[in-house]
Structure formats: structure tokens, C-alpha cells
């Protein structure tokens, strides 16, 4: 396909707002393939700016006189205005934005395409298996998996029971099971019409059934446009921010996929049972609620590899629908159709857990943010597609850079890393109390609020954790040269 | 283990043990970590539970509500009326004033290595401010509290202005408390200057003195052609005090001046408040409606509206727009709690630890804030119309803007709880009485220990490591209520399933950086020490220290 048959017009005068903080820019506007671009001159600071199409997440334009606006809304929640020259000009770069933000191949889409210095094609796909975790576990199982297929007829199935008797057999004698259901005991059992259903008691002996709704889906998207929407609305008093945040509901959500990690968290750990989690497809509340438990239990999960592996394995080959779930952020007009912020959900979770225990995580917020941003709109191909076999079929691993890899370069470290990690062995219990719940304000105002706060304060943790490792590093060079004398 | 803190006299010390052994089965059956440690001046009521009649377990014994957001509720047995003997005890030294009877702050003896007492000097703080000049001077006019018996003995007033302007003023202004300087721009000159509201009254009465003291004021910085007057209240409430007696400044009356209303609401209004705060925190927390329970409590709304006051009155000093006159209506309360955290955001030197001690003696202690009505301390009169929260919202304010500003404060939290733990607790003489002049009665300077010594002895606890200082910079907090935060480990402190890590792991952590780079540091000046000593010596080394040294040294 021809790129440029979408481009209507290639170029622009324009003028880009960015939001309070950051100054105007003023340049020639550029519409690419993938890109938009807005050069400012050979003379300028910040030569080149430079936005990923695929972020875009609604458009909007409007002309007056002979100039135009437009205002994209991003998917990672950044507003930006364009003012352009020309009535004509707006329309046709409009056009060619919605256009070209839009397309739904994959094997078109610019992971394709990005041959970043420094980094070689399949580096970071593979990951070793992770023997730490297996082993760790060795006793207790964590499963997931789909709802069984009962089924109106009420079916059952042999191998499915024995399997599962066969965990239970592999654990310690006398070992119990725990079935978490992330649906309600209603849903769960109106699924047998649709042919699905949940475990029955009888066929599943050992195993105990708990039902925990979480909400998925359409409520959850709804939630997520009404909390950006409450964050961005500037103008409105905000004598009811408190109620409306309420409103929104997002927090009810992450108390409750919170609080249902830790309950098969503590199944585990303080009842010795295996733990099997799931909804309907195992591909979204299931994958919350499996790799929270994880992070609260397993502390090879909380190293900045642990946690990378734990995003491979139990969300990227797991199935999360990614390119279905991520079409679409917070904006978009359009009628949600299989868009759900379940993904960010989880990294919400994992931020209040980080807030609970500032010193246990190896990453810092700055690898939430990027994980946010890069599952909806990203030059890599990790989150590409929405299973593994489509990956496979696309080829994603071979004509794509893994985003492990982008990551993992020396340069990303500090703005990834949390400067005061201290290994911790103990499980973590987080406080589901709405008290100790908070907004992450990182994320949902991350452009409206000023950049100063925290930032200044992990600026000096990493100048002390820097001189630090620099006088470390540097004492095997003093003994050396002590050495050769 | 548990006792309740007594610090009394021995004999005493023994009742609490007594008392503390009688149902510790109870509370052990409840949490064998359960650790009290309540001093008698965070008492604020004691009521008896339950009669000789009533059945069931914990219905008979003590309830005692105190003034740190918290009950406690000790359940006792029946048997042999134990419960009168503890009460009265109870009562009568949780409540002195009402037996006759000294503070215990006048008892405690405790000795410190500093002494707090010398940390303000108001001749100092001024003359750190470049005070007097050209345009300002020191007076003492009211060095026996003649002129304002709620002010201090020393303050700063125009130039132009005689002493007998001075008296003239107090006629004019509620409880005599006349405009005067509390701080000075060090650039622009501009001034934030407090007092009480002008005595208008229904007929609209002027003063010519008053209207002429304030254009002094104007005068004293010359590019200034409008004197800002902001009027802490809510507009409907400035008018309503023209009713008994009071109002503000009108357009008509005080030519080169404007006056804003910044709608912030009465001690009455905030005392509300927080009890509804408290009914949501102690001794459940709300949990289902969380966030719109705590919406309608509006303490944060009453927070936005402070800060927000605070940060008008400061650009508008910054920007050299114009002098400032604040006032609400004694301008002892909202007053002190708009011009010092102006003056906070305003003055790097106040977010030192010894110059927020400084901001709390000058703006707070010296100046009137009827600490003792305010607190009830040592009285028993726990519905008193009077009490208020208003100090405890003002750090709050503080705590607000350290939440934002992580590195410009070089005090922690746990130093802004400590000032609130002692306000109430009266074991320190700082918060005592209600204005200086009571204080100079009671020579309390004499008599007691002062906070401060038991904080500056002691600094180390209470810094923030993160702390960078800075010269000249000015902060102004987002008031946005998306900004703002219930203090949760002030408020809901004392529930244990609130999660809370003390001390602060992420200041700890820093700490433990700094200590290890500092040790490294050490170490690596040690061997190059040690090198350097083997390369002075021509017969070990053949390159010859010029060429080595650098190459340790670069890594610095």
C-alpha cells in the first residue's frame, strides 16, 4: 500500500501548542507514513518534533479566515494544538492524519519499518525460561486459564477434572484449590447458555469456588473516558472534584482488582492452596489478577527483568488482545467496540503498590508511563497484535525490535529505574483502603500538572546513587594501580 | 508497655499502672502489640460509660475524647466502683485549670542541650529583613502592651507615622490591632502588612487617621499608586460584622486602595469541619463512600481556599504590584494563617527549621493567636465556642505544600506532626496563653521548656534529606483541589489498617545512599592517601606520582 495515497498534503506553515508548560512551536508541518512532523528552522534548539500517527487518538479541526486549527487528542493523553496556514491546508492534513492514524494492518504499521541506531533485529525477543519462579512456587500452584465449557447441558469433562485433581496431587498431600472467579456467581452461571459456565462443586472435589467480580469491558472504558475526561476539565469548578472522581469509579476498580490479587496472594501464601484464576477468556481481569499476585508474592518479579518477563509472559503470551484492547485510549469518539484499559488497569495496581512500598520495586513510575504509552501506540512490536500466533504470522519477532531491548539501552535506565530499590524478600501486602488508594497523578496529569514536583527529589537520589556507583566502580581501578606498583 | 503518661509525680504513676493492669487481659485479647501513649494535655473530655447495671463486655468504664483525632475507650470491671477513683484522678490532671492547678508544662523538668527560647528575636528577624530603613522604623510604643495588649512588645510601623498616629489608628481597628509590617520584599520594597478590621459599624463611621495610615503605608514604596487590602472573609460575613461594630475598608473611605474578599470561612465554620473529618476517620473509616464522604466534610475545600488566599497575597508582593494589608476580623486566626504562609512561599529562610520556628513564634505566638481559647488547653470545657483548629490548618497548608515542593522544605513530616503532638500535649510552654503579654505575666520564658529545644537538640530526626536550599525562589503551590490530599498520616493515623511506615522508607533509604557514598568516599581518599604515600617514595614507584594521581582523581 502507497502511504502517499493518503497524504494529502504534504506540508504546512503551522504553529504547535503543547499545553501550559512547554513554550510554542513554530515551523513547517509535515505529514509522513507514520509521522507528523514540525521543523522549525535550521536555526532552532529543538531542531525536529516529531509525533507517532499511531498515537493519535481523536482529531478534531476547525477553520476561521484563512487559517485553521487542529487539536489532536493523543493516546497518552496529551493534548496538542496545531495552528496552520491556510484553510485548505488544515483540511487536507486533517484528512490525512485520520486517515493514516487509523489503518489497521499490521505489517504496514511502523514497528515495520523502525531501524533504530544501536539495536539489532531479534535482540530481547527471547526470553529464558524463568527458573526462579518455577522454582519458588514449588508447592503452591498459580493457573489461569478460560471458563470451562459447561455449557446449558451442564457437560463436564474428564480430563478437565483430573487435571485439576492433578495439580492438587502435585502439591502437598491434602493440598485445596481455590477457583477465584472474576465474574459474579450470576454471570458466571449465565454463561452456560452462551455454552461456558464455572466448576462445578461436584465434579472438582479439593476445590473450593470464590466468585469476585471485576469489572471488564465497556464499564471499564467508560470509567477510564470519564476519569481522563474529569482530569482535563479545567474550566469547570472544582468544589465537586472529590465526588466526581468517585464518580468515575476508576478507583473502585483498582481497590477491587487489588484486593482480589491479594486474596489469591494469601491463598498461597498463607494457606498453602494452589490457586486457579479466571473469568471467561482468560485474556483480561484473569491476567490482572494473576500477574498483581505475582508481584505481591514473587520478588524476582519486582527486578526491572522480573517485571519485564512477568508483562511477556503473563500478558503479551498470554493473550492480552492488544491491538484490540489499545485502538483506542481515552478519546476517541467513536463507539467503543473491544476497547478496554485492562492493561492500564494493571499498572495502576502496580503503581499503589509502588506508592505502599516505595523501596521493593526495581522500576520506578517512569517504566509504568512507557508501558502505558508504547501499549497504545509504540515503534516497537512487543505489543503488536493480539496473540501469539498472530505475532507469528505477521512475523513480528523477525522484522520487528523487541521494546525490551529499546528499553533496556544504558540511556532509558534513569528514567526507568527506581534509585532506591533494596531487594525485598517478603511478600507485599498492599492497603486496599480507599484511604491509601490514590489518583496516579503521573499519568492522569501528567500534562496539565507542573512538571517540577518529584522530579527534582529523584533527580538528587539519582546523584547520590550515580556518585555512588562511581566511587564504587572506580575502587577496583585504585587497587589495581596498586598492583603494579 | 501501656501506660497512660502520667510524668505526674510517682504516686500517681502507680494509679496508671494500676489502672493499666486491671484490664490489660483486654486490651492483650485485642492486640497484644497495643502500645498507649497519650499525654494528659491531648484530653479533651472524659465521660463515664455504662452504669453499676449495664451487662455485656466493655460497657462499663471510661470514654475519653481527644483533641488529636482519636477516642480512647477503656472498659473496667464493675467490682469495687474502680472507676470514680480513676476518674477523678483523670479529670483533675487532664483538666488543671478547672482544680486550680499548674499546667504541667510549668512542672516538667526536662533539660535539653539548646534552648528554644533563644531562636527568636524579633529585632534579628527584622533587621534580617533589612528592617528598620528609610521608610520603616521599630517602635516600642507598645513595649508594656498599652497600645494592643494582644500584640507583641516591638513592631515595625511607617516612618511617617508618629506614635500618636499609632493610637489614633488603634481607635479605629478591632482589639486596637493596627496595621502593621510583617515582612518585606528584599527587592521591590513591597510590604505584607496585618490587623484587625476597621470599627465602621452600621452608620459607616471613618477614621481620617486610619484612611491616612494606610496611604502611608501605599507611600512607603513609591511606584505603588493602589494599596491592596485583602479581606480574609467571605464578603457576606465582612458585612455582617458591621453589625456589631466591625466591616472593612469602602471604596469612598480609602481612596488609593482596592479590597479583595477571599471567602474564607470563620474558626465556627472549620471546628465543623474537621469533626465531620473525624467522623469519617475515627474510629472507622468510611470505606464505601470514601471520597464523597469526604467531599462533604469541604476541609479541603477550606484548605484550597487558605492556600489559595496565601498565594494572591504573595504574587502580589512578588511581582512588586503593590503592597498588601491583610485582615479578617481580630486578625489573629485567618490573618496569621494568610501572611505566614505567604511569607512561605515568599521567604526561603522560613522553610529552614529554625526559621519555620521563627515564622510560628513571629506570625503565630507573638502576634495573638489565642492559642490557649483555640485549644482549651487544660480546660474542661470541651464544647467551648471558641476552640478552632486553625493552627493544626495551617500545617496542614504546610504539609500540602511540602507535598509539592519535595525538595524545598528541610524539615519532614515527622517534625510538622511533632509541633502538632506538642501543641496539645503541654508539656512545652510554647503554645501556652493566648498573647505575649499573658505569657511575659506568667514568665513563661522561665518557666517552662520551649518545643523548640526538644526539636533543635535533636535536628537530625526531623530533616528532610531531600532538602536542596534555595535563595530567592518562590513557591506557589497548585490549589486545585486535584492537588490536594487529606493528610492521611496525621488524620487517620491512629488506624492501624491504614498502612503507614515510620520513619518514612524513602527518606531512610536516601539516607543510608548518602551514608554509603559518604563511607566510599572515605574509603577512596584513604588509598589514595595510602597511594600517594607509596608513590612519594621514588624507589616504589618508577612512573612517578604526577602520572598516576589523575587517573584516581577523574573518577570524582
Not at chain 2, 475524647?65 to 477513683?85: I, P, V, W, Y
Not at chain 2, 507535598?403 to 510552654?429: M, V, W
Request: with cysteine; glycine share 6%.
Amino acid at each position: 500500500m502507497e502511504f502517499s495515497e493518503l497524504i494529502r498534503t504534504g506540508q504546512a506553515q503551522a504553529e504547535l501548542l503543547r499545553g501550559p508548560e512547554a513554550p510554542p512551536l513554530r515551523g513547517t508541518l509535515c505529514v509522513t507514513g507514520h509521522h507528523l512532523l514540525l521543523s522549525p528552522g535550521p536555526q532552532a534548539t529543538p531542531d525536529l518534533w516529531l509525533l507517532l500517527l499511531r498515537s493519535v487518538d481523536s482529531i478534531e479541526k476547525r477553520v476561521a479566515g484563512d487559517c485553521g486549527t487542529i487539536t489532536l487528542r493523543c493516546k497518552d493523553l496529551r493534548v496538542l494544538q496545531l495552528d496552520i496556514e491556510g484553510v485548505e491546508a488544515t483540511l487536507n492534513i486533517a484528512r490525512s492524519i485520520e486517515a493514516l492514524s487509523s489503518l489497521e494492518s499490521v505489517i504496514t504499521s511502523f514497528p515495520f519499518f523502525y531501524r533504530p541506531k544501536g539495536l539489532r533485529l531479534g535482540d530481547a525477543w527471547h526470553f529464558h525460561p524463568p527458573e526462579r519462579y518455577y522454582k519458588r512456587v514449588a508447592r503452591e500452584v498459580l493457573l489461569r486459564s478460560s471458563q470451562p465449557l459447561i455449557g446449558p447441558q451442564k457437560r463436564r469433562c474428564a480430563e478437565d477434572e483430573a487435571l485439576l485433581r492433578a495439580v492438587l496431587a502435585g502439591s502437598r498431600p491434602g493440598a485445596r484449590g481455590f477457583i477465584v472467579d472474576t465474574r459474579s456467581a450470576q454471570t458466571a452461571k449465565q454463561a452456560r447458555m452462551t455454552g461456558g459456565g464455572t466448576e462445578a462443586k461436584a465434579a472438582y472435589p479439593g476445590w473450593k469456588r470464590l466468585h469476585r467480580p471485576l469489572e471488564r469491558g465497556r464499564p471499564l472504558q467508560e470509567s477510564f473516558v470519564h476519569l481522563v475526561e474529569a482530569c482535563g476539565d479545567l474550566e469547570q469548578s472544582m468544589d465537586h472534584w472529590l465526588s466526581r472522581l468517585a464518580g468515575c469509579r476508576w478507583l473502585a476498580h483498582v481497590k477491587e482488582a487489588l484486593s482480589t490479587a491479594c486474596l489469591a496472594a494469601q491463598g498461597m501464601e498463607r494457606e498453602g492452596a494452589c490457586i486457579l484464576v479466571h473469568g471467561a477468556e482468560g485474556t483480561d481481569s484473569t491476567l490482572v489478577v494473576t500477574s498483581l499476585a505475582q508481584l505481591i508474592l514473587d520478588p524476582s518479579s519486582r527486578t526491572m527483568a522480573g517485571f519485564q518477563e512477568l508483562v511477556e509472559r503473563e500478558w503479551i503470551q498470554a493473550g492480552h488482545p492488544f491491538q484490540l484492547r489499545c485502538a483506542h485510549s481515552a478519546f476517541s469518539h467513536a463507539r467503543p467496540k473491544h476497547e478496554a484499559p485492562t492493561f492500564l488497569l494493571f499498572l495502576d495496581c502496580v503503581w499503589q503498590l509502588g506508592r505502599q512500598f516505595p523501596l521493593s520495586l526495581e522500576f520506578g513510575e517512569g517504566m509504568l508511563l512507557a508501558l502505558f504509552d508504547h501499549a497504545y501506540a509504540s515503534p516497537f512490536g512487543t505489543f503488536l497484535c493480539n496473540s501469539e500466533q498472530e505475532r507469528c504470522l505477521c512475523e513480528v519477532r523477525t522484522r520487528t525490535h523487541s521494546l525490551w531491548s529499546g528499553l533496556n539501552q544504558l540511556k532509558e535506565q534513569r528514567k526507568l529505574r527506581n534509585p532506591l530499590y533494596v531487594p525485598n524478600p517478603l511478600a507485599l501486602w498492599p492497603s486496599v483502603e480507599p484511604q491509601s488508594l490514590r489518583l496516579w497523578q503521573g499519568l492522569f496529569l501528567r500534562w496539565t500538572r507542573p512538571p517540577e514536583p518529584s522530579e527534582a527529589a529523584w533527580e538528587k537520589v539519582w546523584q547520590i546513587v550515580t556518585d555512588q556507583e562511581k566511587t564504587e566502580g572506580s575502587q577496583p581501578t585504585v587497587s589495581a594501580s596498586e598492583l603494579q606498583l | 508497655m501501656s501506660l497512660l503518661r502520667g510524668l505526674l509525680g510517682m504516686d500517681l504513676i502507680r494509679t496508671w499502672v494500676r489502672l493499666f493492669l486491671s484490664f490489660r487481659e483486654k486490651l492483650a485479647l485485642l492486640d497484644s502489640a497495643l502500645l498507649l501513649d497519650v499525654p494528659l494535655g491531648v484530653i479533651s473530655r472524659i465521660e463515664k460509660m455504662g452504669g453499676a447495671t449495664s451487662r455485656g463486655e466493655n460497657s462499663y468504664g471510661l470514654d475519653i475524647t481527644c483533641k488529636d483525632m482519636r477516642n480512647l475507650r477503656f472498659a473496667l470491671k464493675q467490682e469495687g466502683h474502680s472507676r470514680r477513683g480513676m476518674f477523678e484522678i483523670l479529670t483533675k490532671y487532664a483538666f488543671p485549670l478547672a482544680h486550680s492547678l499548674p499546667i504541667f508544662a510549668f512542672l516538667n523538668e526536662e533539660k535539653f542541650n539548646v534552648d528554644g527560647w533563644t531562636v527568636y528575636n524579633p529585632v534579628e528577624e527584622y533587621r534580617r529583613q533589612g528592617l528598620p530603613n528609610h521608610h520603616w522604623r521599630i517602635t516600642f510604643i507598645n513595649k508594656c502592651y498599652e497600645l494592643c495588649d494582644t500584640y507583641p512588645a516591638l513592631l515595625v510601623v511607617p516612618y511617617r507615622a508618629s506614635d500618636d498616629d499609632l493610637r489614633r489608628v488603634a481607635t479605629f481597628r478591632s482589639r486596637n490591632r493596627i496595621p502593621v509590617l510583617s515582612w518585606i520584599h528584599p527587592e521591590n520594597k513591597t510590604v505584607i502588612v496585618r490587623c484587625s478590621q476597621p470599627l465602621v459599624g452600621m452608620s459607616g463611621k471613618r477614621n481620617k487617621d486610619d484612611e491616612k495610615y494606610l496611604d502611608v503605608i501605599r507611600e512607603t514604596n513609591r511606584q505603588i499608586n493602589k494599596l491592596t487590602i485583602y479581606d480574609a472573609r467571605p464578603s457576606v460575613n465582612a458585612v455582617a460584622n458591621k453589625a456589631t461594630g466591625g466591616g472593612y475598608e469602602s471604596d469612598d473611605a480609602y481612596h488609593n486602595t482596592e479590597l479583595f474578599f477571599l471567602d474564607i470561612h470563620n474558626i465556627h465554620v472549620m471546628r465543623e469541619s474537621l469533626k465531620k473529618v473525624k467522623d469519617i476517620v475515627y474510629p472507622n473509616v468510611e470505606e464505601s463512600h470514601w471520597l464523597s464522604s469526604l467531599e462533604s466534610t469541604h476541609w479541603l475545600e477550606h484548605i484550597k481556599l487558605v492556600l489559595t488566599g496565601a498565594i494572591q497575597v504573595a504574587d502580589r508582593v512578588s511581582s512588586g504590584k503593590s503592597s498588601v494589608v491583610v485582615h479578617c476580623s481580630d486578625g489573629w486566626d485567618r490573618t496569621a494563617q494568610l501572611t505566614s504562609l505567604a511569607m512561605l512561599m515568599l521567604d526561603s529562610f522560613y522553610r529552614s527549621i529554625e526559621g519555620f520556628e521563627i515564622l510560628v513564634q513571629k506570625e503565630w505566638i507573638s502576634f495573638g493567636h489565642k492559642f490557649a481559647s483555640r485549644i482549651g488547653h487544660g480546660d474542661k470545657n470541651h464544647a467551648d465556642a471558641d476552640r478552632s483548629p486553625i493552627f493544626l490548618q495551617f500545617i496542614d497548608c504546610v504539609w500540602q505544600m511540602s507535598k509539592q515542593f519535595p525538595t524545598a522544605f528541610e524539615f519532614n513530616e515527622r517534625f510538622l506532626i511533632t509541633i502538632l503532638d506538642h501543641l496539645y500535649s503541654c508539656r512545652f510552654g510554647t503554645f501556652l496563653y493566648n498573647c505575649e503579654s499573658m505569657r511575659e505575666r506568667q514568665k513563661v520564658t522561665e518557666r517552662t521548656v520551649s518545643l523548640w529545644s526538644l526539636i533543635n537538640s535533636n535536628k537530625d530526626k526531623f530533616k528532610n534529606p531531600f532538602y536542596t536550599k534555595e535563595i530567592n525562589r518562590v513557591l506557589y503551590p497548585v490549589a486545585s483541589m486535584r492537588h490536594l490530599e487529606l493528610w492521611v498520616n496525621y488524620y487517620i493515623r491512629w488506624n492501624p489498617r491504614i498502612k503507614q511506615q515510620q520513619p518514612n522508607p524513602v527518606e531512610q533509604r536516601y539516607m543510608e545512599l548518602l551514608a554509603l557514598r559518604d563511607e566510599y568516599i572515605k574509603r577512596l581518599e584513604e588509598l589514595q592517601l595510602a597511594n600517594s604515600a607509596k608513590l612519594c617514595d621514588p624507589s616504589a614507584s618508577p612512573s612517578g606520582p604526577s602520572q598516576m594521581m589523575p587517573h584516581v582523581q577523574t573518577h570524582f
